[in-house]
């Protein structure tokens, strides 16, 4: 299997398994300390798979290869782990949050990919995305 697969199928896995612990996350728990464990998680597994890539370059020689990017990523992870703990907690369905929230993030995306870089959208991806309207529209049931 190529990387092109792999990788999106460990986004789907990580997608799924996301919901699945930010839905099981305890209604009683303090939202700012459970986003402070699971980021020391993340620290911790990002730590060890820097330690376990195996590049040839020194710490302070990757670090200057790093962009506002990064920092600015990390702000964005927040908002977004805060947002669906947030709306689980206010009633959202664990069947319909994240298609909202990435329907319309893609939705966002196509005029940014064209504009932004330069990206071409081919017909049959434009019913596409028409047809993925329709389908969150018939899932709100309005």
Request: proline share 2%.
């Amino acid at each position: 299997m190529d990387v092109y697969r792999v990788s999106i199928l460990l986004t789907i896995a990580g997608h799924l398994a996301y919901h699945l612990c930010n839905r099981s996350i305890s209604s009683a728990a303090n939202p700012a300390l459970s986003l402070t464990v699971t980021y020391l998680v993340a620290l911790g597994c990002s730590v060890l798979f820097l330690v376990v890539d195996g590049r040839d370059a020194t710490l302070s020689q990757e670090l200057r290869r790093i962009n506002w990017a990064s920092y600015a990523l990390g702000a964005v992870v927040v908002s977004i782990e805060l947002g669906f703990l947030l709306a689980y907690r206010a009633g959202c369905k664990l069947s319909t949050a994240a298609l909202y929230s990435m329907a319309g993030a893609s939705l966002l995306l196509v005029p940014i990919g064209i504009l932004a870089y330069r990206e071409t959208l081919a017909p049959a991806s434009a019913l596409g995305i028409v047809l993925a309207v329709i389908g969150v529209v018939l899932i709100s049931g309005r």
